[in-house]
Each structure stands twice: as C-alpha cells, then as structure tokens.
C-alpha cells in the first residue's frame, strides 16, 4: 500500500526550507562555519525535540537556523530536502522561507534567496520537481519589520510568488498585517496564511477576510465554526494540513484524533503536508502513510487528496492538468 501512495503525483504546499534542517546536516554546516553548538552528536540533538505547544519548538527552531549563514548552506539546505522528497513522489513544491530570521542576525537577504532558488532551479533539472517560493513574514515582530523586509526583497521579485504569515500564532493575529498584505496584493504577489493551527477559528476568517489569502495553512480549528467551515467547501480554499506536525506540537494529542478525516468527509479541500519533517519525524509520505493508518483513509480518497494538493497549488492549469 504504500508504495502504491508513493506513487501518486502529489505537491508539498506546506514546508519551511528551515525545518528541513536535518541534525547531520546542521552539524557539518556548524562545522564549517566554525559554530560552537550546545551538543556533540545527533543523538544529543534529537532528544531536544520533545515539544509542548508551538512556541517551544520555535525557540529550538530559531536556535538552529542561526548556523546558516551564506548561500551555501542554503543550497545545501534547499538541495537535500529536494533530493529526500523526490523518493515521495512529489512533483512540485510551494516553500516557505523566514528571510526576516536570517536577516535580523545579519545575513544578507541575497545570501538567503540565491542558496534557496539555485538548488531549486538545479533541483528541477535533477529531479523533475517544480516549484515556487513564499516568503513568509514573521508574526512575532511588527508589520513595520515586515515592510521592510518586503522592500528588501524587492530585486528578486521574480522568484517569489507569494507570501505568507507564520510563527507564535496566538496574540498576533492575521489583522496585524492587513497593510502590509494589500501591498503585497498591490505588487501582484498572491498570499497564504497560517491560522487555526494553535489560534482561534476567528483567525481563518480575518485571512481570508482582510489579507484576501489563496490557502489557509493548518486550519484545523475551523471545526469550531461551522459557518466557517462552509465558506472553505463553497470557495473551495484548501487547507495545508499538517498532520505529524500537529500531534507533535499537541495540537492534538495522537493522530486518532486529528480531523483531517472528518473535514475531507464534510468536501473540505484538505491536503498533506510536512511543515518541519526534520522535526516532527516524517516527511511528506509519512505523513500520508499515518494518516491512511490512523484514520481509515482509503487509497481513492489518498488520490483524491493529492489531486487537491494539485489543483490548490499556483501552478497554471495547464501545468496541473499535466501532473493530475
Ligand atoms: N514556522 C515553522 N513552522 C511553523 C508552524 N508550524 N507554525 C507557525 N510557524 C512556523
Ligand atoms: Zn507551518
């Protein structure tokens, strides 16, 4: 069976290029850069990942980034996750990087954007996968930070097709950016927020209400609301569920109880993604093959939701078409 869903073309919509950061990986490029981490060896790391709610893991998360430090390790960084995901029969991915959490430890926006896009461009050529870039914001800090990383970003305007909205969800809602995202919408970049994963369905509707956004990624928290719940069937908005990376970040407590079940069930557009596979124990195919084991998804409808994982991405419809 699951070399049977390995071999359904799906799209990733939903992965921070930071939290492909394996402990090898981080380990040889601490190295290089001659960086004094707080452990020796993988397994000393691994037992770091033990997470209560969203906040602890980004405090572990930011500590990590912070030994990428030039363009290299960025493509290496952006190379790897490719070359991993290739053996899940992905076709095409839509990631998210966090340039204000580089940037604010004083790396140039340049470094960040060039690593990441050259092991895409060389990714494509290697593994056939397509792709497009999100730059997301970082909620945490204020709409003003935002605005300027948004000018930085500005001469590489070609490689990023939309934006997005993540970190400490709770007490930073999406009605802090709505300037910000109508510049965004201005400069003709399309948009994706993460909501309802650890706040309140309220959230979900001020995305789509004030920052006018294509996905909401998580959502699970719209099974509170069931008005909510039917705009997403009727306007066909997908949600970037993230099934592993809940149960981790105990936004429920095992997959039996996660709803991605009951919201596909109800006609929700709901697909499979990985979030932070280097820290939350799977990568895309996992997450699909836990989900098919824990919920009692049939291979159909598993094909069902990689078709919406499709037809939810930014790709042209032909180019949909050609991977349906
Ligand atoms: N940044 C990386 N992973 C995230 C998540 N699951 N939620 C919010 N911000 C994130
Ligand atoms: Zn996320």
């Known amino acids: 069976m699951e070399e049977l869903i390995k071999k359904i073309p799906k799209a990733e919509l939903h992965l921070h290029i930071e939290g492909t950061l394996e402990p090898e990986l981080m380990l040889k490029i601490a190295k290089r850069n001659n960086i004094q981490l707080p452990f020796y ?7 770091l990942y033990d997470f209560n709610n969203l906040q602890s893991f980004l405090d572990i998360y930011y500590k990590s980034t ?42 140039a ?35 003003e930070d935002a605005l300027h990383t948004l000018e930085q970003s500005l001469p590489y305007k070609n490689y990023i097709k939309a934006v997005g909205l993540d970190s400490s969800e709770q ?18 970049f399309l948009s994706v927020a993460h909501a309802g994963e650890e706040g309140p369905a309220e959230y979900i ?46 936004v429920y ?20 993604n990985s979030d932070d596979p280097a820290y939350f124990g799977g990568y895309i195919l996992e997450n699909y093959n836990q ?14 939701i990689a078709k919406y994982s499709i037809e939810g991405s930014f790709l042209s419809d032909i180019e949909k078409l050609n991977l349906i």
């Open 109 to 143: 926006f340049s470094e960040v954007i060039e690593g990441i896009y050259e092991a895409l461009v060389q990714g494509k050529k290697d593994f056939n996968i397509s792709f497009f870039l999100i730059m997301s914001f970082l909620r945490h800090l204020s709409e």
């Open 205 to 250: 509707w001020e995305a789509l209400n004030l920052l006018g956004v294509k996905r909401i990624d998580h959502g699970v928290r719209c099974v509170e609301d069931k008005n909510l719940i039917s705009k997403l069937i009727e306007s066909k908005i997908p949600l970037t569920v993230c099934p592993l990376s809940n149960v981790k970040l105990k």
């Open 41 to 47: 060896n993988i397994s000393e790391v691994k037992k």
């Open 66 to 107: 912070n030994v990428l430090q030039n363009k290299q390790d960025f493509y290496d960084l952006t190379y790897s996750y490719l070359q991993r995901v290739q053996l899940d029969g992905v076709r095409h991915v839509e990631i998210f990087f966090d340039p204000q959490s580089h940037t604010s430890r004083g790396i």
């Open 171 to 188: 007490g930073n809602p999406p009605s802090k950016f709505k300037n910000l995202f109508q510049k965004c919408q201005e400069l003709g």
């Open 253 to 272: 407590e095992n997959m039996k109880s996660h709803h991605i079940k009951e919201l596909f069930d109800m006609g929700v557009r709901v697909t499979i």
């Open 291 to 304: 989900c098919m084991h824990h919920l009692g998804f049939t291979l159909d409808e598993m094909r069902q």
